[in-house]
């Protein structure tokens, strides 16, 4: 186990329309859009800015993962002081990795991995050095993390064997079972459940900090995407809608108590 826990730092959509992804995110989240400059032949790549820090990027869906059937989507990283190590401990945990170690030029070392039931993230060793961590609420932040699980218990002890996460408190919702809180680091959490049957496949989907819920989910609906669930309330303070963007990729929005 690390020791220390190993959180989710970097959010990235693979979209079907990289344009039209930018000015629905900087319309609904606020962020500000800056292109970044890859080595060339590299495809491009936009980052969503908070201030002057980076938190999010968008790129077009490649080719080939469009032609298995991959649909637009959020992914996350997780970060690694060694994506090797990290890909083989992952591997040898049942874990499934779909594109071995490679570098991106001036970013890091990164592979793209899932998890035992299927859920699909990435690693990413960077280069440079560490941002320090901001408040969990920050607006225009990830403020939560969420895991949709075929077997949360067993979802659990993968991500607390492989990246040293703990388990927090839990919540009996009923009929939905149990949804079960972690901690991956200074600021940084989420939970886990059991999926719904409408949700396909294990999967992460990610809470992006807006100031006030109603707002933001007229933005998101006044910019041609849909709510999925909510607005509601949620134990802890705050309000979440779901949402999908307008190719199709599913997001959150948390935002404090009215």
């Avoid at 083989?88 to 990164?110: C, E």
């Avoid at 969420?146 to 002890?157: G, N, Q």
């Avoid at 927090?168 to 991956?184: E, H, K, L, N």
Wanted: with cysteine; net charge negative; aromatic share 12%.
């Amino acid at each position: 186990m690390p020791k220390s826990p190993l959180p989710f730092f970097w959010y990235e959509l693979m979209t079907t329309d990289l344009d039209a992804a930018e000015a629905f995110y900087t319309a609904v989240v606020g962020w500000t859009a800056q292109p970044f400059d890859m080595a060339p032949g590299m495809p491009p790549y936009i980052v969503m800015n908070v201030g002057e820090r980076g938190v999010s990027g968008l790129m077009t869906l490649p080719e080939d993962a469009a032609k298995m059937g991959m649909p637009p989507a959020w992914l996350g990283y997780i970060h690694t002081k060694d994506v090797d190590a990290a890909t083989k401990s992952l591997k040898d945990a049942g874990g499934a990795v779909h594109r071995a170690p490679d570098d991106i030029p001036r970013v890091g070392r990164f592979a793209v991995v899932a998890d035992p039931q299927g859920a699909t993230f990435m690693l990413l060793q960077p280069n440079g050095p560490d941002q320090p961590p901001v408040p969990a609420s920050t607006p225009g932040h990830i403020g939560w993390h969420e895991l949709y699980a075929s077997d949360w218990k067993a979802a659990f002890d993968f991500y607390s064997g492989q990246f040293g996460w703990t388990k927090g408190d839990s919540m009996d919702m009923g009929p939905m079972g149990t949804y079960q809180t972690f901690g991956a680091g200074p600021e940084s959490g989420g939970g886990m459940m059991n999926k719904p049957q409408q949700i396909p496949v294990p999967v992460w989907q990610f809470y992006f900090n807006v100031p006030a819920i109603d707002a933001a989910a007229k933005r998101v609906t006044d910019n041609g995407g849909k709510i999925l669930m909510g607005p509601m309330e949620v134990p802890g303070g705050s309000w979440i809608v779901q949402c999908q963007d307008p190719q199709g990729a599913h997001f959150a929005l948390m935002a404090p108590v009215r």
